[in-house]
């Protein structure tokens, strides 16, 4: 069991802290990796939730690499994004 479904277990669909982190992925030609995201149907970049114990460093390499095939190399902060208009609930009812 992962972290975010045991944590779920737990708290059911009570709203939790979750980090998520992505990755602005530009290739030699300074092209924008883009991805088709299967929950939204949209585009957007790759990332995902911080699992325990990582950090979000790790998390974005890891992200990246499950999704996309790729090793990151250099990686620089581009922002940090939070706020109640950062909210979502998922088709599930889990609310963070």
Do not use: C
Request: hydrophobic letters at 40%; a negative charge.
């Amino acid at each position: 069991m992962d972290y975010i479904q045991h944590l779920r277990s737990m708290v059911g669909h009570e709203k939790v802290i979750m980090v998520v982190a992505g990755a602005m992925v530009f290739d030699t030609e300074n092209r924008l990796l883009l991805q088709l995201r299967t929950d939204s149907e949209s585009w957007g970049l790759p990332g995902g939730f911080m699992d325990l114990n990582e950090s979000v460093q790790e998390t974005a390499r890891r992200e990246v690499l499950e999704e996309t095939g790729l090793v990151l190399k250099e990686m620089s902060l581009f922002g940090i994004y939070s706020g109640s208009d950062k909210e979502k609930t998922f088709d599930n009812g889990d609310f963070h």
